[in-house]
């Protein structure tokens, strides 16, 4: 059973009570869910739900929650008038009937696009070329407004075993940001440049995060690998995950952090790591290169998997006799030959004693296989 509690943000005026933004008030209740154990979502009006399992003290919640929206002092009238509670599972239908309101009106206000709306703006010629600061923040405000579960991919990790089968370890779950550009900013070149585009990474790591939150019920039984930034580690958003997934069942799923980071921070990242293994998560370092491997000493960090880039760029760099050194110099049972799609890269890596890969080609061949 759970109490969730819609905080009807919109209707309040902005000057009534201390209620100040509909962001500043997003966050104060953001942190009040926190701090009771709860989990938050925003609506695309700026409307909020509180949800939190069913007890003794879950019954004074709601009344928390207008004191922190209206800081000022509420009156006894502003509860029921702003604000809608439901009891699971007796209220599901009551529920649901909210949720399609929303989902309505944010169709409704679709059909006639606001020319200042991020969803326009990021269509337009103006939203052309590099990241600048100004589109990764439109894509940041896009992004709290839209569904991303059309957008959300999985890839799967294999390990190949002495008699050729493959073994499915763990499923990569990310934003499809090819998928995610074409529909919502095609005019954007994504990749540059390189620190904005890490910031684009925070942006859909963060946004998924929330998204796996409020829907951890249907990966529970998945053993998950998932893109974090150092930024995210530090968020809020980690913290409402990490409350959301039984300690007992962290140990299935692992987080990557991008090389990019460990290069920026060095410091910061090694913290982040520590974190994610107290939490009792795995942990990988993303985006290696193979000439990296001769030049940092990788098998130091604390990490249970290192993600090498295999993709047709570097095949040919996988022939060098110092690239190859550096490879079995590295080590192997961490390994994991990533964007693995040519016969000459999986060749090479089997050679080197690599046993972990990923890509569209290990798809196929773990399909092959399983016939």
């Known amino acids: 059973p759970h109490l969730v509690a819609n905080i009807l943000l919109s209707q309040i005026p902005e000057d009534y009570s201390g209620r100040g933004t509909i962001m500043e008030a997003q966050r104060r209740l953001q942190a009040l869910a926190l701090a009771q154990k709860g989990l938050y979502a925003e609506m695309s009006n700026g409307d909020v739900f509180l949800i939190w399992p069913s007890s003794m003290l879950a019954k004074a919640f709601p009344d928390q929650a207008i004191m922190v929206t209206l800081p000022n002092g509420a009156l006894p009238e502003d509860k029921s008038k702003y604000t809608l509670l439901f009891n699971l599972p007796d209220d599901y239908a009551l529920l649901r009937e909210r949720a399609n309101h929303y989902v309505n009106e944010s169709r409704t206000g679709d059909m006639g696009e606001d020319e200042n709306s991020p969803r326009f703006l990021l269509q337009t010629e103006a939203a052309r070329g590099p990241l600048t600061a100004w589109s990764v ?80 019920d249907s990966v529970s039984d998945m053993n998950l690998s998932l893109n974090l930034s150092l930024q995210t580690v530090l968020g809020i958003e980690f913290a409402q995950f990490t409350h959301r997934v039984p300690r007992a069942l962290r140990g299935r799923i692992g987080f990557e952090i991008h090389c990019g980071d460990l290069m920026q921070d060095f410091p910061q990242t090694l913290s982040a790591l520590e974190t994610l293994h107290q939490e009792g998560y795995k942990v990988a370092i993303d985006g290696i290169t193979p000439d990296m491997l001769g030049f940092f000493n990788f098998g130091r960090f604390n990490v249970d998997y290192i993600k090498v880039n295999a993709s047709k760029d570097y095949a040919t760099s996988l022939k060098y006799p110092i690239i190859r050194d550096g490879v079995t110099h590295a080590p192997r049972e961490k390994l994991i030959f990533y964007h693995c799609d040519s016969d000459q890269t999986l060749k090479a890596g089997i050679e080197l004693g690599i046993t972990k890969f990923q890509g569209w080609l290990i798809d196929d061949y773990a399909r092959k296989w399983r016939r």
Request: with cysteine; charged share 30%.
């Open 137 to 216: 923040d439109l894509i940041d405000r896009l992004v709290k407004d839209i569904d991303l579960c059309p957008f959300i991919r999985t890839q799967s990790v294999y390990e190949i075993q002495k008699d050729r089968s493959w073994h499915q370890l763990f499923d990569e779950s990310f934003i499809g940001l090819d998928e995610a550009k074409q529909k919502l900013f095609p005019h954007l070149d994504v990749l540059q440049p390189k620190h904005l585009f890490l910031d684009l990474c925070h942006v859909l790591d963060r946004s998924l995060l929330q998204v796996l939150t409020l829907n951890y």
